[in-house]
């Protein structure tokens, strides 16, 4: 499996999909750059989520900036809790994720205590992986990356892309017509100071990620689209493995109805993306590992030769973060539930007494005091507790009156639920290579079995000589595929069959080859890379033929 790793970082490096970031002064750990080939093939992954997840399900979609405020994260929760825990070695004083030290020996690694962590190092005798030392005590290690904004303003690169539509809710919902459910749609960068990464593109500094916050009412049921009838292998907290269908995981609410649906969905967005769903997996939190935002979480894991890989979160945060949002902010985040028929009703208003806020609360009073309106009051006065930005206050009952009020209401406002598939564009590219990579038998030539619609490269033009003209007919052909806006090269160093491994390696799914045939009937011969199988195809239906395949209208011998 460590050789199936290394033959991908080879293919990746020497052809441009990707390498070390800063590698001329000897690397940047968890810092990759996309090469040429590399940026067009996650171009091509983004654009298939924008067409499979975005237009599908007539999403918003947003781009909001990569750094925040302190106090976005700290209504978020992520500056107390957003943390790892790591050790350093006594001797060389290299730093480790316990979690990856432990994982070995248990299951799940993320739910347990620093006290629990160092008990099975000790009982384990689990020593420094780069020198064999003896391991320190557990520590907390927070991942924020910090910065300063304006004049030492504390600020945050964002660790995910949440946020940025959380605190946007009332712009889009009031856009949306306040319609729920209401899907927003983000693509972009994230940052975690990640421990000493050391696995390549699946353990990143910054990354990419492409998520969705789907705001629902909860007390609605389930409403959103048609789950469709797909196979999921399931993974239970409690340790059982199941196959269940997504119906049946909704009917029978083994699983969520939303996060059964995504699980649907990414089933047929994994085979598109040329990933073996025969190799992917569900696997449930345990109640000790969810984030500190979720109720509920599942990890859709695909094997790699590291072994179970998470590649997308899908959670259901519930109302934490638009809730933490409107009391850190002083902002209305609810939405509005209508009544099929007007209502009336008794209701305890509270009155702030400003003359006896104002001395005791000072700068604080008038965020206290609309604190107070906001809220719902039932029996007899008495001291009341609330929290503004964070910090909690006691209004004794003589700060405000109870003023019982008969109102008509057509509805009442609540805070939306949130369900967040977050996908991993980088470990999904890293993915498609692994269950894409193979060696012809007879040559062993590498091969990337990239889906058309993934590949970087549709086609590789080639003359079968570089004289006779073919050379210029070939570049004709390839101006004419460029222009019709199929990406394609031009080769004609060496053999035909080198040429042909070149572009296997690369995953390019068709070759076309000018011949002296072409001369006559402007016909060019077009080879499929893993059949090796070949038509004749006329060049006026060359970008017809092509585009057929990518999208699935056509097989390879159904020549027009």
Known sequence: MENLRSKINDVAKRRGFYWNSYDIYGGLGGFYDYGPLGSLMKKNIVDLWLKEFVYHDGLILVDTPIIGPEIVYRASGHLDKFTDYMVRCKSCGHAFRVDELIDKYVETPDALSPDEIERIIETYNIKCPDCGGELGHVEEFHLMFSTNIDLGKKGFLRPETAQGIFVNFSNLYRINREKLPMGVAQIGRAFRNEISPRQGMLRLREFNMAEIELFVDPESGYKWREIPERMLHALR??????????????????????????????????????????????????????????????????????????????????????????????????????????????????????????????????????????????????????????????????????????????????????????????????????????????????VLRFNPIIAPVKAGVFPLMSKDGLDVLAKQVLSFLREKGVNAYYDESGSIGRRYARADEIGTPFCVTVDYQTKEDSTVTVRERDSTEQVRVKISHLVEFIRNIIEEKRGFKDVP
């Open 237 to 446: 907290n409690d340790g059982r493995d199941i196959k269940i269908s997504s119906v049946e995981a909704c009917k029978n609410e083994v699983i969520n109805c939303y996060i059964s649906y995504y699980m649907a969905r990414i089933i047929d967005f994994l085979q598109k993306l040329g990933i073996d769903t025969e190799r992917v997996r569900f696997r449930e939190h345990h109640p000790e590992e969810l984030a500190h935002y979720s109720t509920e979480t599942w990890d859709c894991e695909v094997l790699l030769s590291k072994g179970w890989m998470e590649v997308i979160g899908i959670s259901y945060r519930g109302a934490y973060d638009l809730s933490h949002h409107m009391d850190y902010s002083g902002q209305d985040t609810r939405a509005f539930r209508r009544y099929q028929d007007e209502r009336k009703i008794k209701i305890e208003r509270i009155v702030p007494r400003m003359e006896i806020l104002g001395p005791k609360f000072k700068a604080n009073a008038q965020k206290i005091a609309k604190k107070l309106e906001e809220m719902e009051m039932e029996g007899d006065k008495r001291p009341l507790e609330i929290e503004v930005e964070g910090k909690k206050y006691r209004i004794p009952p003589d700060a405000y009156d109870l003023v019982v009020e008969e109102v008509k209401v057509s509805g009442e406002r609540f805070i939306p639920h949130v369900v967040e598939p977050s996908f991993g564009i980088d470990r999904l590219f890293y993915a498609i290579l692994e269950h894409s990579y193979y060696e012809r038998e007879d040559s062993k030539y590498k």
